[in-house]
């Protein structure tokens, strides 16, 4: 849990983070909005083209050579964005992120579940593990600030892709499969092959109609909070502390 918990931090980092690099971007190149938050959807397009690839990867292998893979491509990646000098290489440069980051969700979520499968305290462990987030939230939207405030925007991206990488490189090494993967995989295997029921299908698209439209009205406010506030006056760390308190009051959303 703490391994996953720490993996699931870092997305913090990225998710909820973007918009405090909003306005410098903005300042810098002189970009529209809708320019400037179109480097973000790219992020995520790669998170969730990452997060299916991620998750058949992690129901075939161990947790901690994907997890480094991540560390990897996603802290690399973000570093590079300090050498951004258009919108196309910010683009670029934060899709690589995306692919890099989604296992991050996928695979630590999927490895406590097999961990604490049959477990009567399995969804709190799941619970612990999703907190990360707003943890990251919380701590990653004012340092972030500051270091923008501090040493520019260029050194910010290099010091968040930095903090990602070791992070998430300490969370592979303690990581670990479940002992009980294997057996598990070869039993429930017959099952996986069978054609899902109607039931399962439909349940299983309504529970991500309501996970997709829950996050698309959530990054829609996320990304622009920030520059939003500031323009009505607001200052940054006040803007960037509101960015960290969504976070904290996801945390007692996410245990209850």
């Not at 918009?19 to 790219?42: D, H, I, N």
């Not at 619970?127 to 340092?143: C, D, E």
């Not at 698209?205 to 990304?223: G, P, R, W, Y």
């Amino acid at each position: 849990v703490l391994a996953c918990f720490l993996a699931t931090l870092t997305l913090g980092e990225t998710f909820w983070c973007f918009g405090v690099f909003f306005k410098p971007l903005e300042s810098e190149f002189g970009w529209s909005r809708a320019v400037t938050s179109s480097a973000y959807t790219c992020f995520l397009i790669g998170h969730a083209i990452s997060l299916i690839v991620g998750g058949r990867l992690g129901d075939r292998i161990s947790p901690r050579p994907i997890l480094v893979a991540t560390a990897v491509i996603s802290g690399t990646a973000i570093a590079l964005c300090s050498q951004a000098d258009s919108v196309n290489e910010l683009r670029l440069f934060l899709f690589i992120a995306g692919l890099g980051a989604g296992p991050m969700w996928s695979v630590s979520t999927s490895t406590v579940m097999r961990w604490f499968s049959g477990h009567k305290r399995a969804t709190l462990a799941l619970a612990l593990t999703t907190t990360g987030v707003g943890f990251g939230a919380i701590i990653f939207a004012p340092l972030i600030n500051h270091f923008i405030s501090a040493y520019g925007w260029r050194d910010a991206f290099l010091y968040v892709g930095i903090i990602m990488s070791v992070i998430v490189l300490a969370a592979a090494l303690l990581v670990r499969r479940a002992p009980q993967a294997g057996a598990t995989d070869r039993r429930s295997a017959p099952a996986r092959r069978g054609a899902p029921t109607r039931a399962m299908t439909a349940a299983f698209l309504t529970v991500t109609f309501v996970i997709t439209v829950a996050i698309f009205s959530f990054q829609a406010v996320n990304v622009h909070l920030m520059p939003h506030a500031t323009d009505v006056g607001i200052s940054d760390t006040s803007a960037a502390v509101a960015v960290g308190l969504m976070g904290a009051f996801s945390i007692p959303g996410r245990l209850v």
